[in-house]
């Protein structure tokens, strides 16, 4: 593929991102604060995907691109760069969260029970369309139980390892900035499970709901099934310079865990991902689920879907079709016009 | 009151934990008065950056990052003392403030009103985690197959 540069067009191009802003009007403190206050499941999605926890960024990005997605993932990316890391935070364990929902589809009574916690699983999905004649949807509060859930909840798996269903793994001692990480070391295949996991932590989010919906209709090789589904939060556990370790804090994570039979045995497909977005971590851990010995060039295979549903570059690639192509496609016509006179001319 | 067992009531970790979570007007009015009583206080770092989040994997084991979290630093100094603050966000003086109450205590001053302060926040924010785990439990369900 040719490219050529190009001049010409500064007022044109000036003129076209007044003319996309004007739509949008002033962004104010008001309107990031709003953004942030009324969507927080949009922010949450915006997060996870620019792999930069920080809410009022998130907002502030989509108010600033009116919601274009891609602008805002690729405006929070670019800005995280200017950023120096400071810290890795000790990693985050299953059994160390702060539990808001979890939930098994695969067992009813499972250990610590099931709760379903903030979810619209169960709702009639009616569209309150009084609200746009002026009668404010106002939501019921909750009505607390008179005792607390259990802050931390007990590992499905656990439970199934003790009943002989699988092998639990030995934990990963790897930590701090040994642990593989894709934004200072280019992505390889065959990938390091660290690779993957951070990779569909950070993916778009409609690109995996994709691909795992096509393994989960039949064009993978194992069906899952919900073994474990949270929304949690995790604290971040930082140093202090005299070697405390303290919270800094706390962040939104979803995490998923499927299962599919596997011989006398279970086996289980795992992602995360910073912000509370479900849909996104069970159609990724399908996709991990289905990717050992997946065939080349199929939805399942870790190249295929790792490389596809990095949203910043597909994203990229997509839009870059709309920049002049010029040269490239005279060069087309040019073959095309010699292949038509050629094939015009009498033959000898 | 008892000051020393007051403050003892609280490990570093509690400390400083309570304090990145403490509310940011009320951090930063409980730290403005103390900043006399400390003396010539070098800011060694005063900044915003990111701090790496790494996850367990439940299924092989295996550690990886789950992505970037925006925090901001303190970190003073007076003498051989030091004061540190870590919390999330981009605000440089809430942190200042946090870093300011971990000198405090470590110079040893104004033991009392930093104990106060802590007991005082640390049951506010459990009575926070207990009111969102009471929401939580209601949503607890019990099924029956047939």
Redesign the interface.
């Given at each position: 593929m040719a490219y050529v540069a190009t001049r010409g067009g500064e007022r044109a191009i000036e003129q076209s991102q007044r003319l996309f802003k004007a739509e949008m009007g002033a962004i104010t403190p008001e309107r990031v604060a709003e953004t942030r206050r009324a969507m927080p499941y949009l922010v949450d999605r915006v997060?996870?995907e620019?792999?930069?926890?920080?809410e009022?960024?998130a907002a502030l990005a989509l108010a600033q691109t009116g919601g274009e997605l891609y602008e805002t993932i690729l405006l929070l990316r670019s800005w995280?760069t200017t950023?120096?890391?400071?810290?890795?935070?000790?990693?985050?364990?299953?059994e160390g969260l702060?539990?808001?929902?979890r939930i098994s589809a695969a067992f009813?009574d499972i250990p610590g029970?099931?709760?379903?916690?903030?979810?619209l699983d169960y709702a009639h999905r009616i569209l309150a369309t009084e609200v746009l004649t002026g009668t404010p949807h106002v939501p019921t509060l909750?009505?607390?139980?008179?005792?607390?859930?259990?802050?931390q909840q007990p590992?499905v798996?656990a439970w199934q390892a003790e009943n002989d269903l699988l092998n639990?793994?030995?934990?990963?001692t790897?930590?701090g900035n040994d642990?593989?990480?894709?934004?200072r070391e280019p992505l390889l295949f065959p990938a390091k499970?660290?690779?993957?996991?951070?990779s569909l932590?950070?993916a778009e989010t409609g690109g995996v709901l994709a691909l795992g919906y096509a393994a989960q209709r039949g064009y993978g090789q194992a069906h899952p099934t919900v073994n474990?589904l949270r929304l949690a939060e995790?604290?971040?556990n930082?140093t202090?310079?005299?070697g405390?370790?303290?919270?800094?804090?706390?962040?939104k994570?979803s995490?998923a865990?499927v299962v599919s039979k596997k011989g006398s045995q279970l086996?289980?497909?795992?992602a995360?991902?910073?912000g509370w977005n479900e849909v996104k971590v069970i159609a990724a851990a399908t996709l991990?689920l289905n990717s050992a010995g997946a065939p080349k060039g199929s939805a399942t295979e870790e190249e295929f879907y790792l490389y596809h549903t990095e949203g910043v570059e597909s994203s990229g690639f997509c839009i870059h079709f709309k920049l002049p192509h010029y040269v490239t496609f005279q060069s087309s016509l040019d073959a095309m016009r010699d292949a038509k006179a050629k094939q015009a001319e009498p033959a000898e | 009151m008892d000051t020393a067992q007051s403050l003892a009531a609280f490990t570093?970790?509690?400390m400083?934990?309570i304090l990145?979570?403490v509310d940011v007007d009320r951090l930063k009015a409980f730290a403005e008065p103390l900043i006399d009583a400390l003396g010539d206080i070098t800011v060694v770092e005063n900044?915003?950056?990111?701090?790496?989040?790494?996850?367990?994997?439940?299924?092989?084991?295996?550690?990886?990052?789950?992505?970037?979290?925006?925090?901001s630093?303190a970190?003073i100094r007076v003498g051989a003392q030091?004061g540190?603050g870590?919390?999330?966000?981009?605000d440089l003086e809430t942190v200042m403030a946090m870093a300011l109450v971990?000198l405090t205590v470590s110079i040893g001053v104004a033991h009392t009103e930093c104990a106060a302060f802590l007991a005082k926040e640390s049951a506010l924010q459990h009575q926070e985690?207990?009111?969102?785990?009471?929401?939580?439990?209601?949503?607890?369900?019990?099924?029956e197959?047939f």
């Open positions: 997060m996870g620019a792999s930069l926890y920080d009022d960024l995280r950023q120096p890391r400071l810290a890795v935070a000790d990693p985050v364990t299953q702060f539990t808001h929902r009813k029970g099931q709760l379903l916690g903030p979810t909750v009505t607390p139980a008179p005792h607390p859930a259990p802050a590992s798996a639990l793994p030995n934990p990963d790897t930590a642990i593989p990480d894709v934004t499970r660290a690779h993957t996991l951070q932590a950070r474990e995790a604290e971040i930082v202090h310079p005299r405390t370790k303290f919270s800094a804090g706390r962040v994570i995490q865990e086996e289980l497909g795992f995360a991902t910073m991990d | 570093h970790s509690e400083l934990g990145a979570r900044r915003t950056g990111l701090v790496m989040l790494p996850m367990r994997d439940t299924a092989q084991g295996t550690n990886f990052h789950l992505g970037e979290v925006l925090v630093e970190h030091q540190y870590m919390r999330r966000g981009r971990d985690d207990h009111d969102r785990l009471c929401q939580v439990e209601a949503t607890r369900v019990d099924m197959t």
